[in-house]
């Protein structure tokens, strides 16, 4: 019957063009800096980072002299170091070397196949790796902090090694597939068919949404871990942060929630800059004396 045949057709026409849609759909749009830390008068090296596949990372290492320890600074989805540096300047006021980097295709990194979150702490790693080869004197404790995609990542890269000293996660979502979900309804996607599209993500990336969701990877962190989180962001709910809490409650993990901001407010982040230099204290982590401002204590989680 020939209606049978197009019916064949159509579905043999779909099954071509969905995944060219996937990776469309999800392609990382070109953002590179359009300047640098120096226009902050800040002293700076532009690093380059061997990552996976002879890949590499484009970065900023912002020193302080006599400095041991260093926070490694990753940008989310389609950012870039460059807008991370007002996130970098309160720790490096504190006496802290700063390092931020690009993820794969991002800024101006190396393009490569696809990103994800796993290559996110792929890159986050290999940025350890290579802080630790080239300035050993200056990583003797080392910090990770991300903003969404790259909070969950640093979340991923701690909970697979034991020389992180301590976490901060910005606007992680609590599980890649809520975050899908999420997106493909908003895009007015059929239900079967975004179980569909779940599925080849996952074995695109080679990682099943369970394994590196920060629901369950916060779990495995053994170094103390900051969730910072804005009650307005509409791009991921504060409900992912009080998952991702409610899932690990344990006394190194801590919450706090930022009243008015949003997924990009980094302003409104930047007035709890104290809060998050004295977690960083409480870490044992060296700080200037003009930072010390007190304990971040667990009643100053969720501020109203």
Same mark, same amino acid.
């Given at each position: 019957?020939?209606?049978?045949g197009?019916?064949?057709?159509?579905?043999?026409?779909?099954?071509?063009?969905?995944?060219?849609a996937?990776?469309?759909?999800?392609? %990382?749009?070109?953002?590179?800096?359009?300047?640098?830390?120096? =226009?902050?008068?800040?002293? !700076?090296?532009? @690093?380059?980072? #061997?990552? @996976?596949?002879?890949?590499?990372?484009?970065?900023w290492?912002?020193? %302080?002299?006599?400095?041991?320890?260093?926070?490694?600074?990753?940008?989310?989805?389609?950012?870039?170091?460059?807008?991370?540096l007002?996130?970098?300047?309160? !720790?490096?006021?504190?006496?802290m070397?700063?390092?931020l980097?690009?993820?794969?295709n991002? +800024?101006?990194?190396?393009?490569?196949? !696809?990103s994800?979150?796993?290559?996110?702490? $792929?890159?986050?790693?290999?940025?350890i $790796?290579w802080?630790k080869?080239?300035? #050993?004197?200056?990583?003797?404790?080392?910090?990770?902090?991300g903003h969404?995609?790259?909070?969950?990542?640093?979340?991923?890269?701690?909970?697979?090694?034991?020389?992180?000293d301590?976490?901060?996660s910005? =606007?992680a979502?609590?599980?890649?597939r809520w975050m899908?979900?999420?997106f493909?309804k908003?895009?007015?996607? #059929?239900n079967?068919l =975004?179980?569909? @599209?779940?599925r080849?993500?996952e074995?695109?990336?080679?990682?099943r949404?369970d394994?590196?969701?920060p629901?369950?990877?916060?779990c495995h962190?053994?170094c #103390?871990?900051?969730?910072?989180?804005?009650?307005?962001?509409?791009?991921v709910?504060?409900?992912d942060?009080?998952?991702?809490?409610?899932g690990?409650?344990r006394?190194?993990?801590?919450?706090?929630?930022? $009243?008015?901001a949003?997924?990009? =407010? @980094? $302003?409104?982040?930047?007035?709890?800059e104290?809060?998050l230099?004295?977690?960083?204290?409480?870490?044992?982590?060296?700080i200037?004396?003009?930072?010390?401002? +007190?304990?971040?204590?667990?009643?100053?989680?969720?501020?109203?």
């Open positions: 019957m020939w209606y049978f197009i019916i064949f057709l159509i579905f043999v026409v779909l099954l071509f063009l969905l995944p060219l996937i990776h469309f759909g999800f392609r %990382v749009p070109e953002n590179p800096e359009k300047t640098d830390p120096g =226009s902050l008068g800040l002293e !700076f090296e532009t @690093v380059s980072v #061997p990552t @996976v596949s002879g890949k590499h990372l484009f970065g290492l912002l020193p %302080v002299p006599g400095a041991e320890s260093t926070i490694i600074i990753l940008h989310g989805w389609g950012g870039n170091a460059e807008q991370m007002p996130m970098a300047l309160p !720790f490096h006021r504190a006496g070397n700063v390092l980097i690009d993820a794969r991002h +800024g101006h990194s190396d393009r490569d196949s !696809f994800s979150l796993p290559r996110f702490a $792929e890159d986050a790693e290999k940025a $790796e802080l080869r080239n300035h #050993p004197d200056s990583s003797r404790k080392i910090a990770l902090l969404s995609v790259g909070g969950g990542a640093v979340l991923y890269a701690a909970s697979r090694r034991s020389d992180v301590a976490v901060i910005i =606007s979502f609590a599980h890649p899908m979900q999420r493909l908003q895009s007015r996607i #059929p079967f =975004s179980s569909i @599209v779940i080849y993500v074995w695109v990336i080679g990682h949404y394994e590196i969701a629901v369950n990877t916060i962190i053994r #103390p871990v900051l969730l910072l989180h804005g009650e307005s962001d509409r791009t709910p504060i409900e942060a009080l998952a991702i809490e409610e690990c409650r006394p190194h993990i801590t919450l706090l929630t930022v $009243e008015g949003g997924h990009e =407010s @980094v $302003e409104k982040i930047k007035l709890h104290k809060e230099i004295a977690f960083l204290q409480d870490c044992d982590f060296p200037r004396l003009s930072y010390v401002s +007190g304990k971040l204590h667990k009643n100053q989680q969720r501020e109203r």
